[in-house]
């Protein structure tokens, strides 16, 4: 896999911009990571995809390589999003969410219909609980800058960014009215032992789901794309070629 790498600078926002990678070409499959998570949290979709469809994956605002403009509502995340889908990608395309990615795109998903050809949520809800283990990653965020040296690839944000975020704008994350618009077929992949999106709020968010096809991983827990690459590639590879490939022939 050969990766492009670029910027993406905002209009909106002069001096705001996003980290963003491409790979392939043909039909575009569009990844968006969850929080503290980047780009590289798809390196195994990305790899394998790239030999058939245009993929592409950026780093939202203050993850991975993107900046941080400073305190941030969700509403701010969805505006990247939206106006980076507008002036960067081609056409129709297939929208994959993780985690709070889902969260960040249901609203595109719901208003873009024109746009978005399927979406594939994965280990991701309407909300996201805040029980003992967000309050564990509450008391974590502290010291994030030090898991995002030795673990990059696990996590990609400071503490300035990652207490912002668990603190404040995750406990934005409410799009269980977004589900119900979204008209266009929809892959759900949830883990069973998932400890942050329990199976009981993804199989809520399954049945808001005009057209929706349900998979839960028995072992799986919240990061589908690293526990099973294989499966969920073939999988994503399929729901691509049934909205993307069939009408480009």
Partial sequence: MKLRHHLFHSKRTPGHWLKWVEAGSGPTIFFVHG?????????????????EYHVVALDMRGHGSSPWPGPSQLADFETDLEEFV??????????VLHSFGGCVGARLAASMPDRTAAVAFLNTAGSIPQGPTYRLLQLMSSRAHLLSESMPNLVSTNSEVSQHMLYYTLKEWDVWDCYPKIEVPSLV???????????????RMAQL???????VFPLGGHVAMWEQPRRLNAMLRALARRVLLSRVA
């Fill in 209 to 215: 789901l005009p057209e929706q096809e349900l998979t």
């Fill in 86 to 95: 507008t002036e960067v990608l081609p056409g129709r395309f297939v929208l």
């Fill in 189 to 203: 992949v949830l883990g069973a032992l998932d400890p942050l999106i329990p199976v009981t709020s993804g199989l």
């Fill in 35 to 51: 929080c503290s998570g980047s780009w590289t949290n798809f390196t195994p979709q990305l790899a394998d995809l790239s030999s």
